[in-house]
């Protein structure tokens, strides 16, 4: 990890945090990024706290003109892995969806990682390296109601990892998306008692009966198992793994 260069979306809190921190103790060099500079230096100070040599960058994902600024900001010491693990969720059936909530989600986990991989991809392939790592979702490969600006936006990196897949196959950069069902963030404890609200059940039964029902193994995914994913997709040893999709999930698609 020693000559990695990982620039980590969303990465002020939650998954995002928490790679950082896995992959910052690994020996990698962490930029942070998120879109509120309060919390940025939060994490850069947990995480130099730490030992671990990190750096932070406002960008608004959902902005082109933000993620371009930030790429030029970065010029100077290019990055050669990213993960696209920026995200936000929204419930509600389709028909009382408000349409710029819709569009926003979209913007930001699927446009976001698109035009921010286009941004970067420069600088990779003139440094002969470069690892793209998406963090998509079970619900890359399933549904589920009421979230379907998420779904959509979780379906569509998988095509994008394979499209750039083939862009990238004469270079040593890859792509792969890692796909966790759920993971106990901040994010999810909103979402449990939303569905509570939509499904007019206990959260309670939301978590045992929609959450973790699908899964054999009835648990929650850690943010080490998907940070100890990250890493090995970051690594030399994966570079023959592009346009992937790694599924932590419980068992949830062998159904």
């Not at 989600?105 to 440094?127: C, F, K, N, Q, Y």
């Not at 998306?177 to 039964?205: F, H, M, R, W």
């Not at 346009?243 to 419980?250: I, S, Y």
Request: net charge negative; proline share 4%.
């Amino acid at each position: 990890m020693n000559n990695l260069h990982i620039l980590v979306t969303g990465g002020a809190s939650g998954i995002g945090l928490g790679i950082a921190e896995t992959l910052g103790k690994q020996g990698a060099r962490i930029m942070v990024s998120d879109i509120s500079q309060e919390a940025i230096d939060s994490a850069v100070s947990s995480l130099k706290e730490q030992g671990i040599d990190a750096n932070g960058v406002a960008a608004d994902i959902s902005d082109v003109n933000a993620i371009d600024a930030m790429a030029a900001k970065l010029a100077d010491d290019p990055v050669n892995v990213v993960v696209n693990n920026a995200g936000l969720q929204y419930v509600s059936k389709l028909e009382d969806f408000p349409a710029d909530r819709w569009k926003l989600l979209i913007d930001v986990m699927l446009v976001g990682p698109a035009m921010l991989t286009r941004a970067l991809l420069p600088s990779m392939r003139e440094g002969g390296y470069g690892r793209i790592i998406n963090i998509g979702s079970i619900h890359s490969l399933v549904a589920s109601p009421y979230k379907s600006a998420y779904v959509a936006a979780k379906h569509g990196l998988i095509g994008f990892a394979k499209t750039v897949a083939l862009e990238t196959g004469d270079t040593d950069i890859t792509i792969n998306t890692i796909c966790p069902s759920y993971v106990k963030t901040p994010l999810v404890e909103k979402q449990i008692a939303n569905q509570a609200k939509e499904n007019g059940i206990s959260e309670e039964d939301v978590i045992n009966k929609i959450m973790l029902e699908p899964m054999p193994k009835k648990q929650f995914i850690d943010i080490s198992e998907i940070a100890e994913t990250v890493a090995f997709l970051a690594s030399p040893a994966a570079k023959n793994i592009t346009g992937q999709t790694m599924v932590l999930d419980g068992g949830w698609v062998a159904r």
